[in-house]
Each structure stands twice: as structure tokens, then as C-alpha cells.
């Protein structure tokens, strides 16, 4: 039978994921938000934009599904949605649900692992919760091949303090001791597809690397590689943030990433945020 992928969330990193599996000869469809063009993957519109999907064969013939939509206030609508229908599925080998570090909540820098407790400390974090157990209660009433993935802050091509920095838009906000947890694009993929090979249904993996850091110090370093005046410091208390980047600044945590490496074997790319920018330098100087 051949290999089948369906992505729920042609996103960022769902685009990525969908590129790596089509180069080992996956067949892949997925959704999109207004069903807009995605290299020459079959795709269905499927958001709050668009009409509730109903004819969607190739979920129904997939061996692999990546969970990519974020739950709303209502819930998580593919679970909702689609749910009972995956769980009926027995052609699936593996299916991968992308959720965020957000769920362990503030630990004023301590350190977490996949046992930690769930403590989330805004109203996102708590549907990211709701989320994983409603998938998870899939995998523990009809074995589902559920694997959960907590990303840290997401960095990659067009998306990165470079862009920022060559924008114009980068800021220095000075907060001592808070530092955030990132990972690259393509070492998430990298993940992922070593998950694929390894399943292990209920299981849950920190994604991030190796070097939690403060937001001002990446700032400064991109900076620095673009040749460019550092911006403007300014202190956190003085800063307008919006509610969705006060809700990042609300915790402070170190986020192990052990699991990955020794359960699944992987080996980062951008083990941090340096070697990721250093990379990523190249299109930026070639544009």
C-alpha cells in the first residue's frame, strides 16, 4: 500500500513537513485556511473562512496524519470534526499532533520534561491542555497512534530575528532571567520524521533545542550579523506589548529535550539560535 500523509494545517511548518514527505515519496494532501495553491499538493479549505469539509477521501486511505490547527475557543475543531473518523481509520501508522511548551505554564526558570505536571498559565496554554487530552482519550479508547509534540518558539526561513532586524521591526526588550525555548523548522521536521520511524503511541516529546536565551540577546546577535546598529533597549516594564506577546512574557522555564535525542536518536541541526541565524544568513544576503 502505498504511503499516504494527510496535514491538517498547511502551515509553516506544515508546508515544511509536507516538502520532506513528498522527497521520500509520500502521497500528501492537507488543508489550507481559503484552499490556496501549495506546490502541487490536493488540498481542501478548511477554517473558519471556510465551508466544514465533508468529501475528503484521502483522509480515509492515510497512513500518517499531522494534527496542525490550533484549538479555539470552542475546542479543537479537527478533533471535533474528524475525530471519531481517524479513530475508525486502520490504515493509520502514526499520527502526530503539534501543541506548544505553553502547557507547563510559568516555573520562574525551572526546568520541565514530558512528566512535569500541566500547569498552564493562560487561557491558550489551557486549550493546548484540553486539546491533548481529548486526542489522547482517541489513543486510550481506540488506538489511535497518537504521538504529542510541544514545540518551543518557532524560527525559520522569513520568520526569524533577521527578518526582523532587516525590517526594521526588531526590538531589544530587556527582562534579566527570562529566557525562551526555540527550535527551528526543519530540526521540528527532523523530529517528526524520526518519530515516524520510532512510533510510540502516547507518547509526548519536547521540541526545542538546546539554548533557552533571552529574547534581547538574539536581537543583538542578528544584528550583529547583518552589520547593523543594535536596536534601541528597552525595559520590559516600559514596553506595549499586546495581550498575545504579554502571554509569552507571562512564563519563564527551562524546557529539557532529552527524550528526543535519546528515544528517538536525534541530533539537532541549529542545536541554538546561533547556528540557525548563521544559516539563515545566506538568503538574507543573498536578497
Known sequence: ????????????????FADALQAKGFQVSGTTRSGEAVNDIEKFAYGPDAATLSDVAPLDDATHVLLSVPPGADGDPVLHDFGERLAANKNLEWVG???????YGDRDGGEVDETSALNPSGERGARRVAAEAGWLKLYQDHGLPL????????YGPGRNALAQAKAGTARRLIKPGHKFSRINV???????????????????????????????????????????????AIQFADAELSPMALSFYRDNKTVSNARIKQELGVKLRYPSYREGLRALLIDYSAG
Open 97 to 103: 499532533y503539534l501543541g506548544t511548551t505553553g502547557v
Open 186 to 232: 526543519d530540526d521540528i521536521v527532523k523530529v517528526l520524521l524520526a518519530s515516524m520511524e520510532k512510533p510510540n503511541p502516547g507518547t509526548a516529546y519536547n521540541v526545542c533545542d538546546d539554548c533557552p536565551s533571552e529574547s534581547a540577546e538574539v536581537a543583538l546577535y542578528a544584528a550583529e550579523l547583518l552589520a547593523l546598529e543594535p536596536p534601541p
Open 1 to 16: 500500500m502505498p504511503r499516504r500523509a494527510f496535514i491538517f494545517g498547511l502551515g509553516f511548518t506544515g508546508k515544511r
Open 147 to 154: 504521538h504529542i509534540f510541544r514545540l518551543a518558539g518557532i
